[in-house]
């Protein structure tokens, strides 16, 4: 949590409500936890079980937490906003990845399905939700990824495709909306130790893991732009763990740089 929010940003963030997608685990939740203090909370997910944990884990903290049960594939995302109420702030950090990842060995459904969660959907809520958004100044934190920033192998062809295809999705909510109030932050993480790793061909190990983010770290981050005093957007954050600024370079360069 960061404790040194000026005058301006609380007054903003008081009494505000926010949408998050996501949140029966991982990021979502973890961005749940760094809201609730500020947030009241509207937390959407597919697994019940799991999402009223996270609700009642910020509800042992002091919070307010409902849950929305809801598949953003395949639900009316206009009835979602209109169920979940006057919201003021979106985050939208649901995601797909599956083990099947290259042009080889990937399967086309597979594909759509991961381009529907990733992307579809986002910009389904985000248009389903523009008018609150408009009526409360609201911001939007759309949880992107590395590999839209750079090249990350082994990310995968749809995953890639739809996560860098979130940063055109922001930019022109950004131009578009401004003037209504309305800014959107694309969060670019690194690798983040969480149950996504599970969909990975080669699941890491527990040394390598623990070189990770951790989700809180995402969540903080995502509480950072939402709490950003209103004349600040912050249009683009990328995120790594400590030692990945190596990627991209030489064998040479990386050892000209230890040296």
Same mark, same amino acid.
């Given at each position: 949590?960061?404790? %040194?929010? %000026?005058?301006?940003?609380q007054?903003?963030?008081?009494r505000?409500r926010?949408l998050?997608? /996501?949140?029966s685990s991982g990021t /979502? ?9 500020t947030?009241?909370l ?5 697994r019940?079980e ?7 884990? &910020?509800r042992?903290g002091?919070?307010? *937490?409902e849950?929305? &049960?809801?598949? +953003? $594939? $395949?639900?009316?995302?206009?009835k979602?906003i209109?169920?979940a109420? #006057?919201?003021?702030?979106l985050?939208c950090a649901?995601g797909?990845?599956t !083990?099947?990842?290259?042009? *080889? ?9 991961? &381009?529907s $969660?990733n992307l579809t959907?986002?910009?389904? +809520?985000i248009?389903?939700a523009? #008018? ?12 992107s990824?590395?590999?839209a920033w ?9 995953y890639?495709a739809s996560?860098?295809a979130?940063?055109?999705? $922001?930019e022109s909510?950004n131009?578009?909306?401004?003037d209504?109030?309305v800014?959107a932050?694309?969060?670019c993480? /690194? ?5 996504? +790793?599970?969909?990975? #061909?080669?699941? !890491?190990?527990?040394?390598r893991?623990?070189?990770? +983010?951790s !989700?809180?770290d ?8 939402m709490?950003? #005093?209103?004349h600040?957007?912050?249009d ?5 763990p400590?030692?990945t600024?190596?990627r /991209?370079?030489? *064998? ?6 230890r040296?």
């Amino acid at each position: 949590m960061l404790d %040194n929010m %000026n005058t301006r940003t609380q007054k903003h963030t008081s009494r505000r409500r926010a949408l998050i997608t /996501g949140a029966s685990s991982g990021t /979502g939740a973890a961005a749940a936890f760094a809201l609730a203090e500020t947030h009241e909370l509207v937390l959407v997910g597919r697994r019940s079980e799991r999402l009223s944990e996270v609700a009642r884990s &910020v509800r042992v903290g002091g919070g307010k *937490a409902e849950t929305i &049960v809801f598949d +953003l $594939t $395949t639900g009316d995302c206009e009835k979602l906003i209109a169920t979940a109420g #006057p919201i003021t702030d979106l985050v939208c950090a649901a995601g797909l990845n599956t !083990p099947q990842r290259a042009w *080889a060995d990937q399967k086309f459904a597979e594909f759509e399905a991961i &381009v529907s $969660t990733n992307l579809t959907s986002v910009a389904a +809520l985000i248009t389903s939700a523009l #008018p609150a958004l408009r009526a409360a100044s609201g911001s939007v934190a759309v949880v992107s990824s590395l590999s839209a920033w750079t090249l990350q192998k082994g990310a995968g062809v749809a995953y890639r495709a739809s996560k860098s295809a979130l940063r055109a999705l $922001t930019e022109s909510l950004n131009e578009q909306e401004a003037d209504h109030g309305v800014r959107a932050s694309l969060i670019c993480p /690194g690798e983040i130790d969480s149950e996504f +790793l599970a969909l990975r #061909p080669s699941v !890491p190990d527990e040394t390598r893991r623990q070189r990770m +983010l951790s !989700p809180q770290d995402i969540g903080d981050v995502i509480a950072y732009v939402m709490r950003a #005093p209103r004349h600040l957007r912050v249009d683009e954050m990328v995120v790594s763990p400590l030692g990945t600024i190596e990627r /991209g370079l030489s *064998a040479l360069e990386v050892a000209a740089s230890r040296s």
